[in-house]
């Protein structure tokens, strides 16, 4: 089912609540330009009003890139100006992403690079092919990495922030799953099958229960963890007006 079809992002629905929102005609490599990052920003802000979605994937056209980056070109004409709204587009993408109210898995078949990387982590889940190169590299082009780089720490810790950051050097697959920067690293001809195996997977469960952990999740990142646990009484006691806990708990019995 077609939910949107604009020229940079094109976006489906399968029966089962499982989206793929795939950015589209922005070269090879899946450049972020400003009219990409504008085109995102609108299918993110549209798809999340869709209850019917219960889990959304991430991708790029073809297998050479999830994203390779922000659109030099157009950056290197910037001026101080005008570059804080071409970062702020790019940082409503990710938070388009890192707020959306149902998991995100990303697909990354390959290079993911600067402001993909960033737009990866803010994602859920990363799916990558072990043909994948991740790396920063803003340092090397003369700006440094802002916006959702801030959440690297969190996920691969202060020290190996600083090497990607301060090198600007590319990961391969490997030292990214070793690192916990990637989720799952499969051949190239089994990502898309992983993806669709996992996307599957949590489109099966309750999906009140999903949106409420990822709503959880959110806020998890911003509160203490007294806090964090004091609220968790009444999101449970929340679920049970769902209905949800009552119809999957009975089928767990049948087994």
């Known amino acids: 089912m077609l939910l949107i079809d604009l020229h940079h992002a094109h976006a489906a629905l399968q029966d089962n609540g499982v989206a793929t929102l795939t950015i589209r005609h922005a070269g090879s490599l899946n450049i972020l330009s400003s009219p990409v990052l504008e085109a995102l920003a609108q299918a993110f802000d549209t798809l999340a009003q869709d209850t019917r979605i219960r889990v959304l994937v991430l991708r790029g056209s073809g297998d050479k890139a999830f994203v390779a980056g922000a659109d030099i070109k157009e950056m290197r004409a910037l001026t101080p100006d005008n570059a804080a709204a071409f970062i702020t587009r790019l ?35 990363r799916i990558a092919s072990n043909r994948v190169q991740c ?24 020290a190996r922030t ?41 489109a099966g469960y309750g999906p009140q229960a999903l949106r409420q952990q990822k709503r959880m999740l959110r806020a998890w990142e911003r509160q203490s963890v007294d806090q964090a646990i004091e609220d968790s009484v009444q999101e449970f006691a929340n679920a049970f007006k769902t209905g949800e806990p009552q119809a999957y708990m009975a089928r767990f019995g049948q087994h």
Do not use: K, Y
């Open 91 to 125: 940082r409503r993408v990710c938070e388009g992403a890192r707020q959306f109210p149902t998991p995100v898995i990303a697909r990354l078949p390959g290079w993911t690079l600067g402001g993909g990387l960033e737009l990866a982590c803010a994602c859920d889940i």
């Open 162 to 202: 600083q090497w990607l950051l301060l090198t600007g050097d590319n990961i391969d697959a490997a030292q990214a799953l070793q690192w916990g920067l990637l989720d799952q690293v499969v051949p190239p001809q089994r990502l898309d099958d992983e993806v669709e195996r996992l996307a599957n997977q949590l």
């Open 135 to 158: 790396g920063m590299p803003e340092v090397q082009v003369g700006i440094p990495s802002v916006i959702h780089a801030a959440m690297l720490p969190r996920l691969i810790g202060a």
